[in-house]
């Protein structure tokens, strides 16, 4: 079974969830300011932990603080070329006090989940990186506290791609075919999923 990555503006859940894909090359439209503050807004109404809310967004938009940001990124399968780099970026910031907090980190992978849900409802494509080279630098040059951690930050752009999501059983690691084109395996449902007791797939 073969899904495409296509713009959206169904507001039904099931297809939000099931279409988004992670985007490493995008058009350089860009994004507006009240679009990204949206995404920000849905985001900090993700569950947390006591409600504690451990976490701050940092918006990044703009071509030189683009830049800033995308010189400090790691990316799978190597990083976009010039003319299909991200366009904004949201850096997902969580309070040191709770950085060994299972639950409070828990709670910020829910939330970067919501933005890129929240992104997807608008066509805009993400890709979410943890992969950070020498985050005191980037702190430093994003002015970011030192009572704040970066958690992981979160591309954001209209897609320049439509990577195709296909059911796997055997290698689950993302690839670029002969033609550029990002396939991305999935397990399959039957291989994951036990009803009522844990049955053994082997």
């Not at 495409?4 to 939000?16: K, M, R, Y």
């Not at 300011?33 to 993700?46: E, Y």
């Not at 010039?82 to 950085?99: F, Q």
Request: charged residues 25%; contains cysteine; neutral net charge.
């Amino acid at each position: 079974m073969f899904l495409f990555c296509t713009d959206t503006t169904d507001t039904d859940i099931h297809a939000l969830i099931q279409t988004r894909r992670s985007i490493r090359k995008y058009k350089q439209e860009e994004i507006s300011l009240v679009i990204l503050k949206q995404i920000c807004d849905d985001a900090r109404f993700t569950p947390s932990p006591g409600n504690l809310q451990p976490w701050e967004f940092l918006i990044i938009h703009g071509r030189e603080s683009t830049n800033n940001v995308f010189d400090h990124l790691e990316w799978l399968g190597g990083a976009p070329e010039n003319g299909k780099t991200p366009v904004a970026y949201v850096v997902l910031l969580m309070s040191k006090k709770y950085s060994d907090e299972w639950s409070c980190l828990a709670g910020l992978g829910a939330c970067g989940q919501n933005i890129l849900l929240s992104a997807w409802s608008y066509g805009i494509g993400s890709c979410w990186i943890g992969s950070i080279n020498n985050q005191k630098t980037l702190k430093k040059i994003l002015k970011i506290p030192e009572r704040l951690n970066i958690f992981s930050i979160i591309a954001l752009g209209y897609p320049a791609e439509k990577p195709i999501v296909e059911e796997s059983a055997d290698s689950i690691r993302p690839y670029r075919d002969a033609s550029g084109k990002m396939h991305i395996p999935k397990k399959p449902l039957e291989d994951i999923l036990h009803i009522n007791h844990y049955e053994s797939k082997e």
